[in-house]
């Protein structure tokens, strides 16, 4: 750091005289030598936001053209945006030090990592590159995006400071270019990396925190980050105790004239030590919250996922519309299954052989069929979902096909009734026996086969009998031809609904159960949002 008056100068890597070569100096209190990073940060938050943003990429995938491309556009925007972000992880809290020349910015910085860095060809008063200083591990990427040189950059912890530091573990200190510096590119590396930070320290001393290049030039244009900044007012050890409170209600007044009411106003001093302790409190409790790239994050995937969310219904369709029962009285409409089950009943009926046929299934009622089954899935269903399952399931064509061909393999056989024919066998042998016995005893002119019985008795008897068995003939006849006519439509019914449930049921279960996926996947990635 140019501007601390403690700095030590070290070689230069040979052969690389425009080059500055960077190490840790022990201060004071620091530890005398270094080890490996205490432990990394990169953790729970840049995972769950790692989940929630795999949840976005699987959803767009499950949707697919059933989401509006528009909407899969800007997804997949955040979705790469916020990828490359959480490849850097969100877990570090960025902390920049701003300020004009002679601030005193880098003494701070040295203030508080308690180390000194140590630079050479640096010209004197004027910070020209960005240092940083990492508390844990895992920075390096994040560094890189930013910007920062390998040679001014440094890890703060080591196992010699124990748990001294723990309080900072994943604060990114940066020391900035002089934003007040002639030279352009000190600017411009100002500018670029002012809207990467977390909280945003504005180092000022006592003759110039006036100064209008910092309120034009930057204060005036941050209005409502009141919240993500600071203001130290550095060098108090140089203002008379009697006078000191005037210049900080003095800053404090700048800073409401600049728009920024609430920005915090903290007194240091890098030379007694007065206010680094405060200060490091403040970062240790930024350090402690969520940083802005992973609020930014959070906010990102979360309006991704509400635009996913606003492609798929609140639900799934209630689960009596998914019930065949109703498709399959239409398609056994439109193929007269009952007319063809009452048709094989009459043929049992009447002791015919030949079975009846069947005839064509009317296009229309299948249509109807179809038509009735899509309007209860499809409400509520948004249009390019209702539009695919449309195309998924059988057209009125292909099901019609299915249905005739269902049911030419439903038996339509008219097999004769056993039982009935043994009846009616039985009662023609009766009225035989009994026309033979009548003519018999006509015959002889015998008065009466059994002496107590008359002859028109038992003549009539076996005639009564006859008609019984006839009768009861006829009954086991018509049972039978309830039976089976009953059976020809359940079986018909059977092969209708497995027609429905793998042309209609099975394509719509599919669709559905992608639509749900889609809707569980945007409502993960938007964890509750």
């Avoid at 600071?230 to 003095?250: E, F, H, I, K």
């Avoid at 005839?359 to 109807?368: I, Q, S, T």
């Avoid at 009735?372 to 064509?397: C, F, H, K, M, N």
Wanted: charged fraction near 25%.
């Amino acid at each position: 750091m140019s501007d601390d008056p403690t700095t030590t100068t070290v070689p230069t890597v040979p052969g690389d005289a425009s080059r500055t070569a960077a190490r840790p100096v022990p201060a004071e209190d620091a530890p005398t030598s270094g080890a490996a990073p205490a432990g990394a940060v990169r953790g729970a938050v840049t995972a769950e936001l790692e989940e929630r943003v795999a949840a976005l990429g699987g959803a767009l995938a499950a949707g697919g053209d059933r989401l509006d491309p528009e909407v899969v556009e800007r997804v997949e925007a955040t979705v790469e945006r916020v990828r490359e972000r959480l490849a850097l992880g969100v877990d570090h809290t960025v902390v920049a030090l701003a300020g004009g020349t002679g601030s005193g910015k880098s003494s701070l910085f040295n203030a508080v990592s308690g180390l000194r860095f140590a630079d050479v060809g640096v010209r004197r008063p004027t910070t020209s590159r960005v240092t940083a200083c990492v508390w844990g591990g895992d920075g390096d990427d994040l560094l890189d995006w930013i910007g920062v040189d390998d040679e001014h950059r440094i890890e703060r912890e080591s196992l010699l400071d124990g748990d001294r530091e723990a309080s900072l573990r994943g604060l990114v200190l940066l020391d900035l270019p002089d934003h007040d510096s002639i030279a352009p590119e000190h600017r411009d590396v100002v500018d670029r990396v002012l809207p990467q930070v977390d909280l945003l320290v504005w180092v000022v001393d006592p003759q110039k925190y006036a100064d209008d290049a910092l309120h034009s030039g930057y204060l005036r244009r941050m209005t409502g980050r009141d919240a993500s900044m600071l203001v130290v007012l550095n060098q108090v050890d140089t203002v008379p105790s009697d006078v000191r409170g005037d210049l900080v209600a003095d800053v404090r007044r700048l800073l409401v004239e600049d728009g920024l009411p609430d920005v915090r106003v903290h007194e240091v001093s890098t030379v007694t030590g007065e206010g680094v302790a405060e200060l490091r409190d403040v970062l240790a409790a930024a350090v402690a919250q969520r940083s802005g790239a992973a609020v930014h994050a959070d906010a990102e995937v979360a309006d991704a996922a509400r635009l996913v969310r606003s492609q798929v219904a609140a639900r799934d369709p209630a689960p009596g519309a998914l019930a065949l029962g109703v498709v399959v009285d239409r398609l056994a409409s439109a193929a007269g299954l009952a007319a063809v089950g009452a048709a094989v009943a009459a043929a049992v009926r009447g002791g015919a052989t030949r079975a009846p046929g069947l005839g064509d299934v009317h296009a229309d009622g299948v249509g109807l069929a179809r038509a009735s089954w899509l309007s209860g899935i499809t409400q509520g269903l948004p249009s390019r979902w209702s539009a695919d399952l449309r195309e998924r399931v059988a057209t009125t064509a292909e099901l019609r096909l299915a249905v005739t061909d269902a049911l030419a393999h439903v038996p339509l056989a008219v097999r004769r009734s056993r039982a009935a024919d043994a009846l009616l066998g039985v009662a023609a042998v009766a009225a035989l026996g009994a026309l033979v016995l009548a003519g018999l005893l006509v015959a002889d002119g015998a008065g009466a086969a059994v002496p107590w019985v008359p002859t028109g008795v038992l003549v009539g008897a076996a005639v009564a009998a006859a008609l019984v068995l006839l009768v009861a003939s006829s009954l086991v006849r018509r049972r039978a031809a309830v039976r089976r006519g009953a059976r020809v439509v359940a079986d018909g019914r059977s092969a209708l609904e497995s027609v429905a449930r793998v042309r209609l049921l099975a394509p719509t279960q599919d669709v559905l159960a992608e639509h749900r996926q889609v809707r569980e996947l945007a409502q993960r990635a938007g964890a509750g949002d």
